[in-house]
């Protein structure tokens, strides 16, 4: 059964909010990569280029992002607009070297009274052992595996949270997903896995998280919050620099 069917379930199934495939979203970033390269000549120009119009793209409100049908299209067409004027105006006094300009990475909001259980107050009220972690990291593992909305419903915490760092250089999910449904759509949304893609169980941050990998590359860590037999927090990373040393043969 493909994902699509067995998110039916769900309201909204393919609403903006969900996000698109990984793999898509890897599949742009070349596709921009190689337009701007063949503009300028330089892969590091053309990186610098495709850079500058993601960040176009997150100033843009919500609202104007949702009113955009094809965001490859828009994309396409500003890395254009930036690679002419990048041919056309002389580099700017003491830019060379200049550090490139970086994107914040994920801001979590301090709670606020009256908010419900945030995750502070999870790991609080039911401490979690290694051992429950582990088989929760597991079962969620498995269930976006299989690509079971049945099997990963319950393995997160109603109020669960889940916030995705591309960095400003994927275009993922800009605000933090909060709600089991809209959390479990986001991540069978962005892991529906296509050929040579791999998730698997890997120590994270000292604990044991989830690893994609699309053939021998790491695209995506996953790093998750559990309290109890639940997931409250679900941290995913697919910002190319912070991905640098999963890809530098230090994480067989």
């Given amino acids: 059964m493909s994902q699509t069917a067995r998110l ?43 850079d500058a119009c993601y960040r176009r793209w997150y100033a843009l409100s919500d609202r104007e992002r949702e009113r955009i049908p094809v965001p490859l299209t828009w994309l396409a067409a500003g890395v254009g607009r930036i690679c002419r004027a990048s041919r056309v105006l002389p580099p700017p006094e003491g830019s060379a070297g200049a550090a490139r300009p970086t994107v914040p990475d994920v801001v979590v909001a301090r709670p606020r009274a009256g908010e419900p259980k945030t995750l502070r107050q999870h790991a609080a009220a039911e401490p979690t052992t290694l051992r ?43 605000a933090p997903v909060h709600g089991r449904d809209r959390v479990a759509r986001g991540l069978l949304r962005l892991l529906d896995r296509g050929p040579h893609t791999t998730l698997a169980a890997h120590s994270v941050n000292g604990r044991t998280g989830l690893v994609v990998r699309h053939g021998r590359r790491v695209v995506a860590v996953l790093s998750l919050d559990v309290s109890g037999t639940e997931a409250v927090g679900v941290w995913v990373v697919v910002n190319p620099d912070k991905l640098r040393t999963w890809n530098a043969g230090r994480h067989p």
């Fill in 8 to 50: 039916s379930g769900l309201s909204h199934v393919n609403r903006v909010d969900d996000g698109s495939p990984l793999a898509d979203l890897l599949d742009e970033r070349r596709h921009l990569v190689a337009l701007a390269h063949r503009m300028l000549g330089s892969v590091d120009d053309a990186e610098s280029a495709v």
């Fill in 132 to 174: 429950q972690h582990d088989a929760v990291v597991h079962a969620v593992r498995r269930a976006l595996v299989a690509a079971d909305v049945d099997l990963l419903l319950p393995l997160l915490a109603p109020d669960s949270a889940a916030f995705f760092d591309g960095g400003g250089k994927i275009r993922t999910l800009v």
